[in-house]
């Protein structure tokens, strides 16, 4: 069974408006009963607009009344006419007429920073096609002279998160990411003494001499046993 666009607001209208049982509120909107009762004693959305669900179409005025008198009854979603939106199939991305005249300065940026990237894959990124994407790639687009290359998420052709994404997978498949290594550790230096300094060498010094007798009083005369001079005859 589908349930209320915003469940939560249109709780706390319920709660507000209605003489419906929590669990009655709970099992319509798909929130927990214990939610439910918490949103009556102002412990969870304090201060939130309730969204009427008689005015959006998802009830009817004799639902609410059916189910207030029958405390066993369940709401059922009234029927709308107004179109759901549909899902998005897989596919190229719609790229407004306002924004399909800056694709090829979108495509000539993606091919230069990110060469990585599959036709496939700019063309679902940008809302663009094969045709357009090959002929920028070979420079034989009928407007080559004026293509600048631009960012897509600067020019509005897409978002960043997108970008991230498809660039992360495109290397993942070619096995090119890159995953940074722990830098070595760092060889520690043994510390060095500062030398010494040097003298330069001086002259040689003589070693000093001690004074003699003989270089004071000159030479002593030798004499004889009996006390004459040896000199005279």
Not at 52 to 63: F, M, N, Q, R, V
Not at 102 to 107: G, H, Y
């Amino acid at each position: 069974m589908s349930k209320p666009l915003m469940p939560k607001a249109t709780a706390v209208w319920l709660v507000e408006n209605t003489a419906l049982s929590f669990d009655q509120i709970a099992d319509f909107v798909g929130l927990h009963e214990l939610e439910v009762q918490a949103i009556a004693d102002a412990e969870v959305a304090v201060g939130m607009q309730g969204a009427d669900p008689i005015a959006t179409g998802e009830l009817t005025k004799k639902e609410i009344d059916r189910c207030q008198d029958d405390e066993n009854a369940s709401l059922k979603m009234a029927k709308t006419t107004l179109p759901m939106p549909k899902a998005r199939g897989k596919g190229a991305r719609y790229t407004p007429v306002s924004k399909r005249q800056d694709r090829p300065d979108a495509i000539a940026w993606l091919l230069k920073h990110h060469p990585e990237l599959s036709d496939a894959q700019l063309s679902r990124l940008i809302g663009t096609t094969k045709p357009t994407i090959k002929s920028v790639r070979e420079r034989s687009h009928w407007n080559i002279s004026n293509i600048k290359p631009q960012s897509p998420v600067g020019m509005g052709l897409c978002i960043e998160s997108d970008l991230e994404k498809v660039v992360a997978i495109a290397r993942a498949k070619a096995g090119t990411t890159h995953v940074p290594t722990a830098a070595p550790p760092a060889v520690q230096q043994p510390e060095i003494e500062p030398a010494l300094p040097t003298m330069a060498p001086g002259p040689m010094l003589e070693p000093e001499v001690m004074p003699t007798v003989e270089s004071v009083f000159g030479p002593s005369k030798s004499t004889d046993e009996d006390g004459s001079d040896s000199s005279n005859g």
